[in-house]
């Protein structure tokens, strides 16, 4: 079911609040001083029921100048506008100033009121309906049907009742499957209840008990009950204006510009990238670091702008630009924004988000320009490669590029599907790299390792451990094992147990190291057959100490960080003691020593390597197999 939502636009005092009781038969002036000055100050809020038994939520805006963030707040998220031209009074600058900024909120449909039908002749009212056809020229209501009604007589109000009943069958179906985001435009205590705020929800759908999180403040909180219209629910949906009772937050800690939204669906920024457009009927123009008002949703900012491809932006011209932020916001790329002038307060422009989470640029910058191109045209899977291609320092799981773009998790996986299977990106355990960061990473490996083999040429690899340490260190162990397989697969290493080395390495041995390994091996098997050596005493300068390397793991084996045996033989003294414990279940280390006929020192320095293997467990002065 579609849930629309109409908004009024116009001057003070052209008659929007009036208009609206005339639809509704409820008033929307409901602070003391709207009804002691007859005009609109905050936002009003009201909905009724249109003959194709849609319910259509109503916003009423504030018109006066004073008032503008306030009406700014409240065209968030409308359907349909109602724009309130006075017969009596015709165009006039908020009129103007209104009809710019529901174009940079991309309003796409609305009906142009002509109200207080009843105070002028025809002659007059045709003088304004010719302004106002020539002051929306070329805007999205150029071709917008002009209606005369009278509000307080009801004159033409059942025509405009059928009229937005007519457009809101072409309204399009608000997107329900992204993470629940509402823009909060008001804060406040029932008492009995605690904390209840309202919105019109723009995506996704929220019910009772749901976890949802305050942006940018991080406030966890629990949906208590919603009401749409003033009647209980369990779920809202994507359109619906809401009021919505949270738990666990107090009514001090929020204000108006506050995001209510899905855990992990946003990220805060203090900066922003956007495609800038200003008004032509202006004679403002923008150039760098010029302070300016930045409305988003229903927030205010104070910014600074950094236009990135032109010196001066003109009235009625265009540019990229980059917003740097006073305050830290949540967005959604291709959100719409509005820009007013800081002082004195003036709408001179607006535009779209492309980039939520930009890095500080450089301006006149070709690479930078071209990526917002690209982000421009909203194809998601072009946008990724840009945002992962500009974060090579970074790796990406998938929640931080569903917080990036803030589209939902099929959405994305598809996307990044695309992107892998085209060779764009490269997937190490569901951590996502642009593929030139896999390049570079792969660089790094290669250039480590060339100089691990310079440097000790007889090892046959560098521990993985170390190597991760070296390239990566940022990556879990089963994120490196899952690289290096990768990298085995296209032929650029090897591995070898725990070891890595270069596809196209290996060890070769030249005469004289040859023959200092013949040397160790005969120190190592005679006269005593379970001989240990310690280390020190083999190596005898740098050439024994590297053979004696290579030697380990191969034909030696080293039992801790002194001693080392010949591998043959420790694999039969391994073996040997295994099947005593399976006939015997236990050995002391004075029947070990006995067994052997070798020292003591030796058979413990034997058993304690066993223990550590986990061949043998040692239970007071006895040792059984670690296995039964």
């Known amino acids: 079911m579609k849930n629309i939502i109409i908004g009024t636009a116009g001057h003070i005092d052209h008659g929007k609040t009036t208009l609206i009781k005339a639809l509704t038969g409820r008033d929307t002036d409901t602070l003391e001083e709207e009804k002691k000055r007859g005009i609109s100050i905050n936002l009003g809020f009201t909905y009724f029921d249109l003959p194709n038994s849609k319910r259509a939520g109503i916003v009423d805006v504030p018109g006066h100048e004073k008032f503008i963030k306030n009406m700014l707040a409240g065209a968030s998220g409308i359907d349909i506008v109602l724009f309130v031209v006075a017969s009596d009074e015709g165009v006039m600058p908020q009129t103007i100033e209104h009809l710019d900024i529901l174009s940079f909120l991309n309003i796409k449909k609305g009906i142009i009121v002509l109200t207080k039908s009843d105070t002028v002749d025809d002659e007059f009212k045709q003088l304004v309906k010719d302004d106002i056809r020539e002051k929306t020229k070329g805007t999205f209501l150029e071709n917008a049907d002009i209606l005369e009604v009278d509000s307080i007589s009801k004159k033409g109000i059942n025509e405009l009742i059928k009229k937005i009943d007519i457009i809101s069958n072409d309204i399009d179906e608000k997107n329900g499957n992204s993470p629940a985001r509402l823009n909060i435009d008001r804060v406040f205590s029932v008492k009995g209840f605690g904390t209840v705020v309202t919105g019109t929800l ?34 809202a949906y994507a359109g619906q204006r809401t009021a919505i009772n949270i738990s ?57 702008v950094v236009p990135l491809d032109k010196d001066i932006v003109k009235p009625g011209e265009s540019c990229y630009a980059q917003l740097r932020l006073e305050e830290s916001i949540v967005s959604k790329k291709l959100d719409n924004i509005v820009l007013r002038n800081y002082s004195p307060l003036e709408t001179i422009g607006g535009g779209i988000i492309l980039d939520t989470k930009p890095k500080k640029h450089k301006r006149f910058d070709e690479s930078i320009i071209n990526s917002l191109k690209i982000k421009e045209k909203g194809e998601i899977k072009d946008i990724l490669e840009v945002y992962l291609k500009n974060n090579l320092k970074s790796y990406h799981t998938l929640k931080d590029i569903m917080s990036y773009s803030g589209e939902n998790e099929s959405i994305i996986k598809n996307a990044i599907d695309e ?21 570079n990473l792969k660089e790094s490996i290669v250039q480590c390792l060339n100089d691990y083999h310079k440097k000790y040429r007889l090892r046959s690899g560098m521990l993985k451990e170390e190597l991760k340490s070296k390239v990566e260190s940022r990556f879990k162990t089963k994120e490196m094992d899952i690289l290096l397989e990768k990298l085995q697969l296209e032929n650029i290493i090897k591995l070898d147990g725990n070891l890595v080395s270069k596809y196209d390495f290996d060890v070769k041995l030249n005469d004289k190291q040859r023959e200092i390994k013949t040397i160790i091996q005969k120190q190592l098997k005679a006269p005593n057959t379970y001989t240990l050596l310690n280390i020190n005493d083999i190596c005898i300068n740098n050439y024994y100490e590297e053979v004696l390397e290579y030697m380990i793991g191969k034909d030696i084996e080293k039992l801790d960080d002194a001693y080392v045996m010949d591998k043959e033989i420790y694999e039969n003294t391994k073996n040997n003691l295994i099947e005593y414990l399976k006939e015997n279940n236990e050995i002391t280390l004075g029947q070990y020593r006995d067994i052997l006929n070798s020292s003591r020192k030796n058979c413990m320095i034997l058993l304690e390597n066993f223990d550590r293997n986990k061949i043998t467990k040692r239970d007071d002065n006895k040792r059984t197999l670690y296995n039964k």
């Open 248 to 304: 666990n937050i107090k009514v001090e800690e929020l204000k108006r510009g506050d995001v209510l939204a899905s855990p992990n669906s946003l990220e805060d920024s203090m900066m922003l990238d956007i495609k800038l457009s200003l008004v032509k009927h202006s004679n403002k123009s923008i150039k760098h670091w010029d302070r300016l008002r930045l409305y988003h949703g229903t927030r205010e900012i104070l910014c600074r």
């Open 419 to 439: 992107l892998i299977n085209a060779n764009k990106v490269v997937n190490i355990s569901n951590i996502y790299m642009h593929i030139n960061q896999y390049k």
């Open 202 to 235: 723009m995506e996704g759908k929220i019910s009772v008990d749901d976890d949802l999180i305050v942006y940018p403040k991080m406030l966890q909180t629990k949906i208590r009950s919603i009401q749409v219209h003033g009647e209980n629910v369990k779920t």
